[in-house]
């Protein structure tokens, strides 16, 4: 049997809070899947290595690996180093790289092991553990995400407005749902759970009842 919660959806939706909350519930160990390529962005940085350079021979030498729910690189447990703003912009760089997220899957994998999980991003339950024992889809209308985004103002640009910023959301959903590489998708066998007009709450007490 699988050990996996998977959560997956488009940006905006509140998945890394709602996995956190129900992982705390369910006590359950949080795996943000985000935080594993800021971590290799992180490693190019101290390493003098420019994003574009990674090579696959750049990652053989580096030892990723979760604890728990804590993620430690070459042996040093990262935390307030993910959260740099260089490695936000390397992350999204490296993400595009094919044999990036070929090396990245055992260390997604392994993360479940002899563990319960709650693992949240784009390709959970289709890609990374399409036999995860439950598997959501979260998402909400792009308004319902731009007016949240709104309401977080130290994450938007000077200047932005709710069109701007909803124009960006509808722009990566479909960028997100037409890559090549893992598309953002609702698995054959999730459960959806919009999220619009929905609490927080709401949400994690209706996904850890299916749990």
């Not at 490695?87 to 044999?99: L, N, Q, R, T, Y």
């Not at 103002?153 to 479909?174: M, Q």
């Amino acid at each position: 049997m699988s050990t996996v919660v998977a959560i997956d959806g488009p940006a905006g939706a509140g998945k890394s809070t709602v996995a956190r909350m129900v992982a705390d519930r369910l006590n359950y160990a949080y795996i943000n899947t985000g935080s594993l390529y800021r971590a290799l962005a992180y490693a190019a940085v101290t390493s003098g290595i420019a994003f574009s350079d990674i090579t696959p021979e750049f990652l053989a030498g580096l030892q990723l690996e979760f604890r728990g729910a804590d993620l430690y690189l070459n042996g040093v447990k990262l935390d307030a180093q993910l959260r740099k703003p260089e490695c936000a912009e390397g992350a999204s760089i490296v993400s595009a790289k094919p044999f990036v997220r070929d090396y990245l899957m055992p260390v997604q994998r392994n993360a479940a092991r002899n563990q319960w999980i709650v693992m949240e991003g784009r390709d959970i339950g289709t890609v990374v553990f399409p036999d995860a024992e439950r598997k959501f889809f979260v998402t909400a209308s792009p308004e319902e995400r731009a007016r949240r985004r709104m309401a977080q103002s130290n994450e938007i640009a000077n200047g932005a407005t709710f069109e701007s910023i909803l124009a960006d959301i509808i722009a990566r959903d479909e960028r997100d749902m037409n890559r090549e590489i893992a598309p953002l998708k609702q698995a054959a066998d999730a459960i959806l759970i919009d999220t619009t007009g929905l609490t927080i709450d709401e949400v994690v007490a209706k996904i850890a009842s299916y749990c």
